[in-house]
Protein backbone atom coordinates (compact mmCIF):
# COMPACT_ATOMS: atom_id res chain seq x y z
CA UNK A 1 0.00 0.00 0.00
CA UNK A 2 1.46 3.11 -0.54
CA UNK A 3 0.77 6.64 1.83
CA UNK A 4 0.31 9.75 0.39
CA UNK A 5 0.13 12.95 2.16
CA UNK A 6 -1.00 16.25 0.67
CA UNK A 7 -0.53 19.58 1.80
CA UNK A 8 -0.02 23.37 0.37
CA UNK A 9 -3.78 23.87 -0.11
CA UNK A 10 -5.29 27.42 1.12
CA UNK A 11 -7.02 30.12 0.65
CA UNK A 12 -6.41 32.63 -2.36
CA UNK A 13 -7.66 35.46 -4.23
CA UNK A 14 -8.95 35.08 -8.12
CA UNK A 15 -5.43 35.28 -10.69
CA UNK A 16 -3.44 33.89 -7.82
CA UNK A 17 -1.76 30.72 -7.12
CA UNK A 18 -1.08 27.92 -5.25
CA UNK A 19 1.13 24.47 -5.70
CA UNK A 20 0.45 21.15 -4.06
CA UNK A 21 2.60 18.84 -2.46
CA UNK A 22 2.01 14.88 -2.32
CA UNK A 23 4.50 13.04 -0.47
CA UNK A 24 4.21 9.20 -1.62
CA UNK A 25 6.56 6.82 -0.28
CA UNK A 26 6.20 4.35 -3.28
CA UNK A 27 8.46 0.95 -1.94
CA UNK A 28 10.49 1.07 -5.10
CA UNK A 29 7.87 0.40 -7.66
CA UNK A 30 9.37 1.94 -11.19
CA UNK A 31 5.67 1.96 -13.11
CA UNK A 32 3.38 4.10 -11.66
CA UNK A 33 0.57 6.45 -12.41
CA UNK A 34 0.10 9.50 -10.18
CA UNK A 35 -2.45 12.11 -10.50
CA UNK A 36 -4.48 15.03 -8.62
CA UNK A 37 -8.17 14.85 -8.91
CA UNK A 38 -10.57 17.34 -6.86
CA UNK A 39 -14.23 17.20 -5.32
CA UNK A 40 -16.52 20.08 -4.94
CA UNK A 41 -19.31 20.25 -2.63
CA UNK A 42 -22.28 18.59 -4.07
CA UNK A 43 -20.17 17.34 -6.96
CA UNK A 44 -18.59 13.97 -8.38
CA UNK A 45 -14.57 13.81 -7.67
CA UNK A 46 -13.17 14.61 -11.06
CA UNK A 47 -9.56 14.16 -12.42
CA UNK A 48 -7.30 17.41 -12.96
CA UNK A 49 -4.08 16.08 -14.00
CA UNK A 50 -1.81 13.21 -14.24
CA UNK A 51 1.53 11.97 -14.88
CA UNK A 52 2.85 8.46 -15.63
CA UNK A 53 6.57 7.22 -15.01
CA UNK A 54 7.24 7.78 -18.15
CA UNK A 55 6.79 11.29 -17.87
CA UNK A 56 3.59 11.65 -20.20
CA UNK A 57 1.43 14.14 -18.58
CA UNK A 58 -2.31 14.44 -19.14
CA UNK A 59 -4.86 17.70 -18.04
CA UNK A 60 -8.68 18.59 -18.02
CA UNK A 61 -9.86 20.98 -20.01
CA UNK A 62 -10.48 23.09 -17.15
CA UNK A 63 -7.13 23.31 -16.17
CA UNK A 64 -5.37 23.35 -19.45
CA UNK A 65 -2.56 25.79 -19.52
CA UNK A 66 -3.16 27.23 -16.10
CA UNK A 67 -2.40 24.03 -14.18
CA UNK A 68 1.15 22.04 -13.96
CA UNK A 69 1.53 18.08 -12.92
CA UNK A 70 5.28 17.80 -11.79
CA UNK A 71 7.28 14.95 -10.21
CA UNK A 72 10.18 14.63 -8.06
CA UNK A 73 11.23 11.09 -8.49
CA UNK A 74 14.38 11.00 -6.44
CA UNK A 75 12.33 12.61 -3.01
CA UNK A 76 9.02 10.45 -4.19
CA UNK A 77 6.80 13.90 -4.36
CA UNK A 78 4.15 15.04 -7.07
CA UNK A 79 3.61 18.63 -7.11
CA UNK A 80 0.75 20.34 -8.93
CA UNK A 81 1.34 24.06 -9.65
CA UNK A 82 -1.85 25.87 -10.34
CA UNK A 83 -1.36 29.50 -11.65
CA UNK A 84 -4.44 31.80 -12.74
CA UNK A 85 -6.86 30.14 -10.20
CA UNK A 86 -10.63 30.87 -10.66
CA UNK A 87 -13.50 30.60 -7.92
CA UNK A 88 -14.42 27.09 -10.12
CA UNK A 89 -11.55 25.37 -8.89
CA UNK A 90 -12.58 25.88 -5.17
CA UNK A 91 -12.10 22.10 -4.07
CA UNK A 92 -10.81 19.55 -2.17
CA UNK A 93 -7.63 18.52 -3.83
CA UNK A 94 -6.74 14.40 -3.43
CA UNK A 95 -3.46 13.23 -4.42
CA UNK A 96 -3.95 9.82 -5.88
CA UNK A 97 -1.93 6.97 -7.06
CA UNK A 98 -1.18 3.78 -9.02
CA UNK A 99 2.11 1.32 -7.92
CA UNK A 100 2.04 -1.80 -10.02
CA UNK A 101 5.23 -3.18 -12.08
CA UNK A 102 2.71 -3.41 -15.70
CA UNK A 103 3.12 -1.43 -18.45
CA UNK A 104 -0.80 -1.38 -18.42
CA UNK A 105 -0.82 1.04 -15.48
CA UNK A 106 1.21 3.41 -17.33
CA UNK A 107 -0.75 3.67 -20.58
CA UNK A 108 -3.85 3.85 -19.27
CA UNK A 109 -2.52 6.89 -17.05
CA UNK A 110 -5.38 9.32 -17.61
CA UNK A 111 -7.15 12.00 -15.84
CA UNK A 112 -10.53 10.73 -16.53
CA UNK A 113 -9.68 6.84 -15.99
CA UNK A 114 -10.18 7.60 -12.08
CA UNK A 115 -11.09 3.69 -11.63
CA UNK A 116 -7.23 3.07 -12.55
CA UNK A 117 -6.33 4.61 -8.72
CA UNK A 118 -6.59 2.53 -6.06
CA UNK A 119 -4.16 4.70 -3.28
CA UNK A 120 -5.66 8.07 -2.24
CA UNK A 121 -4.67 10.79 0.12
CA UNK A 122 -7.12 12.43 2.51
CA UNK A 123 -6.83 15.66 0.82
CA UNK A 124 -6.25 19.34 1.05
CA UNK A 125 -8.93 22.29 0.26
CA UNK A 126 -8.08 25.22 -1.81
CA UNK A 127 -10.24 27.80 -1.60
CA UNK A 128 -10.10 30.72 -4.81
CA UNK A 129 -12.35 33.98 -3.52
CA UNK A 130 -13.45 36.39 -6.52
Known amino acids: QVQLVESGGGSVQAGGSLRLSCAAV????????MGWFRQAPGKEREGVATINSDGDTTYADSVKGRFTISIDSGQDTLYLQMNSLKPDDTAMYYCAARFENSRAVATRCYHANKWLFVDWGQGTQVTVSS
Open 26 to 33: TYGHSIYC
